[in-house]
């Protein structure tokens, strides 16, 4: 099993900064790609970034330019730098561990954490 802890959640002024963590604990060679995703109240949760053992990323059309995630593999930690905050950002984030394919064949899922809420006040 893997554990997922996020931290770094808020209140924030627009055009503000946060920044998230994300540790991972537990079975980590399950984990291959993890990311960070966002659900606002009466929508879907999106996608926000993900980056892949290797470190490549991507993100999300609407946050490219002012989002960064970063994975520190020693630590078992993925973060993520978030400025330029908008209102639209307000969401509860959660991270996402994704196993790699050989694991999912065996029937393993993904993990999530818990969330953090994130406001952003115009």
């Known amino acids: 099993q893997v554990q997922l802890v996020e931290s770094g959640g808020g209140l924030v002024q627009a055009g503000g900064s946060l920044r998230l963590s994300c540790a991972a604990s537990?079975?980590?060679?399950?984990?291959?790609?993890m990311g960070w995703y966002r659900q606002a109240p009466g929508k879907q949760r999106e996608l926000v970034a993900a980056?892949?053992?290797?470190?490549?990323?991507n993100y999300a059309d609407s946050v490219k330019g002012r989002f960064t995630i970063s994975r520190d593999n020693a630590k078992n930690t993925v973060y993520l730098e978030m400025n330029s905050l908008k209102p639209e950002d307000t969401a509860v984030y959660y991270c996402n561990a994704k196993p790699p394919y050989n694991y999912i064949l065996r029937g393993a899922l993904d993990a999530w954490g818990q969330g953090t809420l994130v406001t952003v006040s115009s």
């Open positions: 980056v892949t053992s290797g470190g490549s990323t």
């Open positions: 537990g079975s980590i060679f399950r984990i291959d790609t």
